[in-house]
């Protein structure tokens, strides 16, 4: 039987969610919309204000609910709750958020590549997340809780995007360069490591 917790990362990994979530949440109330982006990018954002609006805020709800659903205690003491914020995170969080990626990424900075690797990411954001509600509606729990995992892996893809933002930072290589990329690596490898732990975990 599958054992679907993640041990000693689940808070790590719930913690840098929720971290930045809660930075999007407060740099974007309280910043004017495009000061904290590359100059490049500053002009999109603002002629597609309620797109990258709405993606920020309805992805930051994913991220912040998305971390509990693994919590197995949770689901044990709290069912109801677990059930009701994973409607919130599906369709207050998931479907809006990744629709307007869709539309964000049709004109993201980097080039065609790096568009089409947004794009990707966010068909099988919204892919993932019918096929969990699909089979928990079917009452098939084990392949909820695996499209689930491999929803959420998309989900994180906002928190490994910025820690390679850093890192490519620090290490001096030019803006320009690293993001062009950034479109693929935010979720590739996300997505075969969830994969690997699924089928481990089997």
């Known amino acids: 039987m599958a054992t679907w917790k993640l041990h ?5 990994l719930a913690a840098l969610s929720v971290g930045v979530a809660g930075y ?27 797109a990258i609006l709405t993606h920020i805020f309805c ?5 912040l609910l998305g971390p509990w659903q693994f919590m197995p205690g949770l ?20 479907l809006p958020g990744g629709v ?25 954001w919204l892919f993932s997340g019918y096929a969990a509600y699909r089979a928990i509606r079917n009452g098939n729990i084990q392949a909820h809780r695996q499209w689930m995992l491999r929803n959420f892996a998309l989900t994180f893809a906002a928190v490994t995007l910025r820690i390679y933002l850093g890192t490519f ?3 001096g290589i030019p803006f320009e360069t690293f993001y062009a ?9 996300n997505v075969f490591v969830i994969e690997w732990y699924a089928r481990r975990n089997q």
């Open 100 to 124: 307007a990626g869709l539309y964000v990424a049709s004109f993201a900075f980097g080039g065609a590549v790096n568009q089409l690797g947004f794009a990707m990411l966010a068909v099988l």
């Open 59 to 63: 992805s930051a709800l994913a991220m």
């Open 169 to 171: 930072a620090a290490m």
């Open 75 to 94: 689901r044990a003491r709290q069912p109801a709750l677990h059930r009701w914020s994973g409607r919130l995170y599906l369709l207050a969080g998931v």
């Open 181 to 189: 990329w950034l479109g693929w690596l935010c979720w590739v490898p």
């Open 8 to 12: 000693k990362l689940q808070w790590p």
């Open 24 to 50: 999007a949440l407060v740099a974007y109330s309280l910043v004017p919309l495009g000061n904290l982006v590359h100059p490049q990018m500053k002009l999109s954002f603002e002629a597609h204000r309620m």
